[in-house]
């Protein structure tokens, strides 16, 4: 009954024979179900909530015909409903047995409540006032010691002749709420099989969608799937303690436990729906607001779990509904605004899913507070919920996969115009010179990457030689090397001068850089006399590998190239003799890395190229890019950079070996 309804009833002294007595031959008239309409008395005792009552208590009986006994008052109806208030609640009713009373067996009364931590029912003889038996149920308790095995609570009742005034205590912390019924045994069975049926049927459906889930993030790989997999099970887990399906099948032997563990199990699956939340709607991308407002949400689902595990379980599971109730008008506000305004059309599935179960939040907690009365919404409302819920967003999700799959799919033909754009920029395949052999290798961590190689001869025979990188990866960094490309006129001018080239290609980009910044290294040959002259941007020094097998570091001192940072770079020169072999290389080949977290390095690079001193500038390149490839873990491991390689040989004729590396097309981008 609603909680307005039960504080406005008159309080007074009732003895039990101003109340109507339940005649044995009425119940056994009704064969299946007899509901209480006005038999009943009760008495809360609204003191009694932090602390359990004792196991054992004398006659009750004595305790309300006392001078001072608490007032009881009568009530009309079966389903007694106190609402969020915890404490004690006492029921009393009589039953009247007469000696011809026929069927002779017994009846159940049944508290269709499961999550209540402790149930007793004394019977009392009424003509002497004499405690005849006092039994005790409740999740405090083993659940083997239930007369029957079910989440719902069940006395037998099978009073003497005369009359029998039957007390019902129960204790609750949070809710107090009684659906209350005297059933026979097949009435019992029909309730059992309705119950089995419900509940089977939606654990079955949650596990059918954690099977298929697993299957799908098997198959896909996709990681919101996972984060399903964990909301589902969460949900399932949640659904179990608070039918007290878990107490019968997972911890039947752990008294106490179950109960204790579901506002717990509420707040982590809230914590689980956080996380799903945050990966399905991509709300570090798309809606940072709503990003920061779930991380609110999690402190206060922090705050709650502190008080639960302090003992404060009242204010705990305030603090976790008023976090529940925060996180639901965020969450239904960033979908309906992804859906509208980002076109993001899974959000729709987001949203409908969590308006169908915050609804059936709303019908429990209408049924939590003494607004309603209703045994099946107040066991099952959650649990369809959100199995509903978990349908609509296994929808989604399959609508976030077609999303998903065209999104690649448009990207996919962007890099492929991306890459068409930047094939042209990369060295012809047989770069011709008279004295100078070149092969290069250039492969990027994506489909498109910031690494940059160029060659520009004159024809007088002076050559420039370039390799840049661009910080990041992919489209963005493909963009600003493409501009590159095309600023490197103004460092041909003065090629001669490699310093003075790397100040005016910045001058030339610096507003186009964004907050990219740019490593160049420059190295101007001039074949008719072998001159070298070398100017570095930040970019990792060129090895000469000369005749004698000796490898020579070039080094030069110079800033990285920075839109607001003027550059400044020092200059070198040195003199290739015929034999000679230059090579120019961006850090991905020296950052390559291990399994074990090691760099492949300058040193080893250095060690390796000594080695390979007889191998031509193709031969080398290829060779340089299969022992990064061995030292990352073979072919198949992934860059976690651009690399580029760019040699030359300084000869005093020319044979046929310059170009891109064997193996690996021009165009490789």
Sequence with gaps: MPLSVVFLLPFGSIGAQSVPVISWSALSADSDYFQFTNELEIWHDREAVAERPAADLDNPAERFTAADAPRLQSFAGSFVNYGAQGGTLWLRFTVERSQQTEPPEKRWLSVGNPRLWQLDLFAVDAATQQLREHRRLGNVRPFARRELASPIFAFALDPPPGRTIYYLRAWNRTTLQLPLAIRSDAGW??????RLLLSGGLFGFFAALLAYNLLMLVTLRERNFIHYVVLLLSMGLFGGGYTGLNYQYLVPHYPGFNQASIPGLGILSLFA??????????????TPKLQRFLRLVVGLLVIALGLLLWGDSQRGTVVATIASLTLSVGMIYGAMYLWHQKNFPPARYYLFSWGVFYAAILVHGAIQFGFLDNEFFMNYSLILGAALAMLLLSLGMAARLKALDRGRYELATQLAVAREIQHPLLPPRNVQHPRLNVAYLYEPME???????????REDGTALFAVADVTGHGVPAALLSSMIKMALRVAHEVMEQPALALARLHEAIKDKMGTHHITVCFCYVDARNGILRHASAGHPPPLIVRQSGQVEVIESEGLLLHPLVPPQSTECETRLTPGDLVLLYTDGIIE???????????ERLQELVGELSEAGPRDLVEELMQYSRIF????????????TLLAFEYRSDLESDGGPAEGLPETST
């Design 189 to 194: 069975n029909s309730a059992e099989q309705i």
């Design 632 to 643: 990352a873990g073979g072919d198949t491991a992934p860059l976690n950079d651009d690399l």
């Design 592 to 602: 390559t890395e291990n399994a074990a977290g090691k760099y492949f390095g300058e």
């Design 273 to 286: 729906v956080i996380w799903f939340t945050g990966e399905f709607l991509h709300s570090h991308k798309l």
């Design 447 to 457: 489909a498109v990457g910031g690494d940059f190689v160029d060659v520009h001869i």
